[in-house]
């Protein structure tokens, strides 16, 4: 199975403040890649699917792109409806039938 | 657009079976056009994938649940379900049933979450 390991995994930032997340498997893949906000008490809501693609709905300023291995995400200005836990997940092996989740970033207002 | 709600029971006694159901409005279950599934997440902690259901009848499980777990759908009702047998405290959390995108995998849609004790 592909594990995920999401880093960092608790952030303190500010209103204004530019921030990133990084997603890394543990085996090489590109593409299938997706990312949720979850509020508290709330389900999980779709920011980017397939590593940059923003869901409709979504503000611009989050954005999702890929480096070697890894998967960022970006928030370029932080807004307070953004202190959330952001998670990401894989879907390179949902063709065998299995999704994972990173453990999840905990954003925090500083 | 489409929509899921869970529903069950939110109390389970240990050893027995958990039993959920998702009813889904805005596409049918049988187009074919989602994998629908189940996840879960104990408080205060991550998403746990647990199974989906295509409706070309196929199924698929985490192997860490696989040997407890059936995901069944029923077409007449558009709603799809799962059974949790033997179920432990470890088994307590909030249950969300979920359509994925059959091409890259990623949840759309999400029901509001059922939360689930397991406590005699």
């Known amino acids: 199975d592909i594990q995920m390991t999401q880093s960092p995994s608790s952030l303190s930032a500010s209103l204004g403040d530019r921030v990133t997340i990084t997603c890394r498997p543990s085996?090489?893949?590109?593409?299938?890649l997706n990312w949720y906000q979850q509020q508290p008490g709330k389900a999980p809501k779709l920011l980017i699917y397939?590593?940059?693609n923003l869901q409709s709905g979504v503000p611009s300023r989050f954005s999702g792109s890929a480096s070697g291995t890894d998967f960022t995400l970006t928030i370029s200005s932080l807004q307070p409806e953004d202190f959330a836990t952001y998670y990401c997940?894989?879907?390179?092996?949902?063709?065998?039938?299995?999704?994972?989740f990173g453990q999840g970033t905990k954003l925090e207002l500083k | 657009q489409v929509q899921l709600q869970e529903s069950g029971p939110g109390l389970v006694k240990p050893s027995q079976t958990l039993s959920l159901t998702c009813s889904v409005s805005?596409?049918?279950?049988?187009?074919?056009?989602?994998?629908w599934n189940w996840i879960r997440q104990p408080a205060g902690k991550g998403l746990e994938w647990i199974g989906r259901?295509?409706?070309?009848?196929?199924?698929n499980y985490n192997p860490s649940l696989k040997s407890r777990v059936t995901i069944s759908i029923d077409t007449s009702k558009n709603q799809f379900s799962l059974e949790l047998t033997s179920v432990t405290a470890a088994d307590t959390a909030v249950y969300f049933c979920?359509?994925?995108?059959?091409?890259?995998?990623?949840?759309?849609?999400w029901g509001q979450g059922t939360r689930v004790a397991v406590s005699s």
């Open positions: 805005g596409d049918s279950i049988s187009t074919g056009s989602y994998y």
């Open positions: 397939a590593t940059s």
């Open positions: 979920a359509s994925a995108m059959i091409v890259t995998g990623h949840f759309d849609y």
């Open positions: 085996q090489t893949f590109k593409f299938y």
């Open positions: 997940q894989q879907s390179y092996s949902a063709l065998t039938g299995m999704y994972t």
């Open positions: 259901f295509y409706s070309g009848g196929a199924t």
